[in-house]
Every structure is written in structure tokens, then in C-alpha cells.
């Protein structure tokens, strides 16, 4: 069943993008529209704006604070604020701890933290992959033993993004270290700030400090701060990963930069023409604008699905799948649409300490850096091997 957009829906779109003309800063839409770095209080500043709104948490239930939006609308908010060049708001508190929060959470961990996501007071990470246990999530070996009313945690996280930001981290950990390994896991809530935490940066390739290694030595945690049953976590982790497997397709950006790939590719010529009009290179862009209409058919199928009910499913590993090949597949076609150029490399240039390139080409100046940062995209959120792996199994039965 496709998605099909109903009149209201189409008032909605208008609405939503008349206020973001109306109200998204020009100073962040200029960043995310040419591939400037981020800063924290970029995102922040962006979340306050928009909960101001009531539009933080737009998948989010009027109960706790959402706007009670259907699938749909959301579908349409994302496609418009990706149109816009708005920033994305930050997954790890909105999009992934707070729904396992609603879904298995005690009353007073609603009550204390869903507000505190809402609002921007709390900055959250994600502390899933370690040190030979990424994609077999399961191998983790981070421990948390039992004393009293506290657990005490011991063990390492690595690749996790933000975490120089963030005030807690939704973190897995072994709890039985005897158990089978998907059994002997618990999902505990960890204050950043406690005493023990070690945050130690990885500089990326790209030369930005995204990800980082965190480090746990005697880590206080009241068992208060577990969410549901001891040696259960596995299955929050489960439920958790499908909202963010969904989330990675961006369609709506994808949409973007396909753009931007075309007027890049109008603004150089070869042999006298742009190079849009190279039969070699148009045919790329081609196919690439066809495996993207196919991506968004199947992402509208899903929101269908979703309307009717059903939660994101193993089809949010397709999505997963397909989205990170295009959005890969994007950026290495902007390098080589901006060819010799894309090799300069302005890290002040993109923190913004200087308004313009060196290389004199602002356009150009970021894509090194983007196209290095979006190889991690087939790798995060388990890898696309991994994900090839769950479409055998539970789609194909395999």
C-alpha cells in the first residue's frame, strides 16, 4: 500500500513549510544546506525553537507532550524540514530512548525524564558498540554488578557520537555474565557527569570530533535508573533499534543533496558542456535518482504500514540498507562532479572560524569532509552486512 496525500495533508505541508521559511535562522539553514559543521549549540538553540512550537518530539503522543501528528504528517515534517536545510533534531533522546521509555519505563521515569528530553534540559548518547562488540551487539561485555540500590559499572563503549555533549547515555550492560548472551543484558541509564565516566575523543577522518570512547571504572548507577526487568534489555535494545534503522533511511535529505548534486553538476562543464549533459556522468545521476524514488516508495510503504498500526518491523533494515547506499552514492558523485577541487581540505573553513574557503571555492571546500564523514553510514546502526542478515532470516525465512 503506497502513500497517498489527502488535501488536509497537503494544508499541512503548506503550513509547516510557510513557518519554516518563517522562522528557521539563516545562519543554520546556510550551514546544513552547504556542509558546515554543527555546533552543540546549534542543535540546541534549534530544539528550544522548536518546542517552543510543541514541535520537538513530533512522533510523540499528545499525552507526553507531542502534537498528536499521524504518520503521515511526520513523513511530511521530516521531508520539509530536510527541503528547508533545517538541522536534524537529535535522535538519541527524542527518537530513541524516549519511545522505550513510554513502552517499558517505570511511572516516575516517564514522569522525570520525557519532560526533560522535551524541553533540551537533557543531552543524551548512545552507549551500545564496544570494542569488539558492534555489530554482534550481544559479545558486549561491559559489566554492572548488583551492591545494594546501586549497580557499579565497569567496562568501555566506543563510537559513541556526541558524548562530549551529553548529561546521560542509555547504556547496555552485562548484569549475568552466565547467562546466554542475549539473556544476561540490562538497560541502565547512566548521569554522564558521575564520578568514574571518561570521555576520550576519536577524531574521524574528516578530522571532527564526532565519536568518542567512553570509559566506566566503579560507575555508581541507582538500580532505579534500570529501565524494566533486570536481564531484559535485550529486548528494549530490539525495539529501540528498529525506531532507529527506520530513522537512517533520510529520505528527505536524500532528496536534498540530489539536488545540490545536479546544480553542481550544471556548474561544470566538460568539453565546453555541463557536465550534467555528459551521457556517462548523466546516467549515474540517473540511476541514482531512480534508486532514490524507489527508497522513498518503500519508506511511504512503511509509513503506511505504521498508520495502520504496526510497528517498524525487520523492513526497517531494508530501509536501512538502501538509504546509507544512496546517501554514500551521493557523496561520491559530488567529488567527482567537483573533481580536482574536492580535494582541498578547510577544517576552519567548516567550523566556521573563516566566512570563506581558501580554496576560493565554498562550495567545493566541504565535500572531502563529507563524503569521508558518510562512509561510517553503512557501518552504525549495525552494519549493512548485519541488516542483509535479518532480511534472510525473518523476511525470507532463510
Known amino acids: ?147 545494594g540500590d546501586h549497580y557499579i559499572v565497569n567496562g568501555q563503549k566506543t563510537w559513541t557520537t556526541l558524548a562530549q555533549h551529553a548529561d546521560m547515555m542509555f547504556c547496555l550492560v552485562r548484569t549475568d555474565p552466565d547467562a546466554k548472551k542475549q539473556e544476561g543484558i540490562s538497560f541502565l541509564l547512566i548521569d554522564m557527569k558521575a564520578p568514574g565516566v571518561t570521555v576520550r575523543p576519536i577524531i574521524t577522518l574528516d578530522e571532527d570530533h564526532e565519536v568518542n570512547e567512553v570509559f566506566f571504572e566503579d560507575v555508581r548507577v541507582p538500580v532505579s535508573n534500570r529501565v524494566g526487568d533486570e536481564n531484559r534489555g535485550w529486548t528494549y535494545a530490539k525495539y529501540l533499534l528498529g525506531h532507529e534503522r527506520t530513522g537512517i533511511a533520510r529520505v528527505g535529505q536524500s532528496k536534498r543533496e540530489l539536488q545540490c548534486l545536479k546544480r553542481l553538476a550544471l556548474e561544470r562543464t566538460q568539453g565546453g558542456k555541463p557536465l550534467l549533459h555528459d551521457p556517462l556522468f548523466a546516467a549515474k545521476v540517473a540511476a541514482l535518482d531512480i534508486e532514490l524514488m524507489a527508497l522513498e516508495v518503500t519508506v511511504q510503504r512503511v509509513v503506511a504500514s505504521e498508520a495502520g498500526g504496526q510497528g517498524p518491523g525487520p523492513e526497517a533494515s531494508m530501509l536501512k540498507i538502501k538509504g546509507t547506499e544512496v546517501q554514500q552514492a551521493l557523496t561520491e558523485l559530488m567529488v567527482e562532479a567537483i573533481g580536482p577541487q574536492a580535494a582541498a581540505f578547510d577544517p576552519a573553513f567548516l567550523e566556521g572560524e573563516r566566512a570563506h574557503s581558501l580554496t576560493g571555492d565554498d562550495n567545493a571546500a566541504p565535500l572531502a569532509a563529507y563524503y569521508f564523514n558518510f562512509r561510517k553510514t553503512s557501518i552504525y546502526g549495525g552494519s549493512n552486512e548485519i541488516q542483509k542478515n535479518i532480511i534472510a532470516q525473518m523476511i525470507l525465512g532463510l
Not at 42 to 65: C, F, I
Open 1 to 147: 500500500m503506497d502513500l497517498s496525500y489527502s488535501p488536509s495533508d497537503d494544508a499541512f505541508r503548506v503550513d509547516i513549510r510557510t513557518w519554516l521559511e518563517a522562522n528557521l535562522p539563516r545562519t543554520l539553514r546556510d550551514k546544513v544546506l552547504h556542509h558546515k559543521r554543527l555546533t552543540r549549540d546549534d542543535y540546541a538553540s534549534w530544539h528550544r525553537l522548536l518546542g517552543a512550537r510543541g514541535w520537538s518530539a513530533v512522533a510523540w503522543p499528545t499525552e507526553y507532550g507531542g502534537p498528536g501528528w499521524s504518520v503521515t504528517q511526520r513523513h511530511i515534517w521530516d521531508e520539509e524540514c530536510a527541503r528547508a536545510g533545517a538541522p536534524s533534531v537529535l535522535p538519541f533522546g527524542v527518537s530513541m530512548v524516549a519511545p522505550v521509555l513510554m513502552k517499558f519505563g517505570s511511572v516516575e521515569q516517564r514522569a522525570y525524564y520525557l519532560p526533560r528530553i522535551l524541553d533540551g534540559t537533557d543531552w543524551w548518547c548512545q552507549g551500545y558498540s564496544e570494542p569488539g562488540a558492534g555489530s554482534d551487539l550481544a559479545s558486549l561485555r561491559t559489566r554492572a554488578e548488583r551492591r
